[in-house]
């Protein structure tokens, strides 16, 4: 079975930083470009970042860039995204997801386009 699990949430001040983990079982993440998804409450899911398989192309939504990494280890079988400068309106459920080809393309923020969801992991940013 094809499964994705994040990791790494957790409650953090304004201007702190977490990483988050998104690892595979049962299938390897290598052939694929991978994103990072997030949706607060009452809002639509978003696409953060994605990532292509070779760890180098990659694309951020404008609200997290210079603030946001994407990698990955392939090695690890682990997509990461490290966050810094946290904001109040980080705060969500963040999600990872496989897109079916190698790299992330110009519809790379659309959800639907993605597939093997992970459970999500919360994000808070509070004072």
């Known amino acids: 079975q094809l499964q994705l699990v994040e990791s790494g949430g957790g409650l953090v001040q304004p201007g702190g930083s977490l990483k988050l983990s998104c690892a595979a079982s049962g299938f390897t993440l290598n052939y694929y470009a991978i994103g990072w998804f997030r949706q607060a409450p009452g809002k639509e899911r978003e696409g953060v970042s994605c990532i292509g398989i070779n760890g180098y192309t990659t694309v951020y939504a404008d609200s997290v860039k210079g603030r946001f990494t994407i990698s990955r280890d392939n090695a690890e079988n682990t997509v990461y995204l490290l966050m810094n400068n946290l904001k109040h309106e980080d705060t969500a459920v963040y999600y990872c997801?496989?897109?079916?080809?190698?790299?992330?393309?110009?519809?790379?923020?659309?959800?639907?386009?993605?597939?093997?969801w992970g459970q999500g992991t919360q994000v808070t940013v509070s004072s």
């Open positions: 997801a496989v897109f079916p080809g190698h790299w992330c393309g110009s519809r790379w923020s659309s959800a639907q386009d993605f597939g093997s």
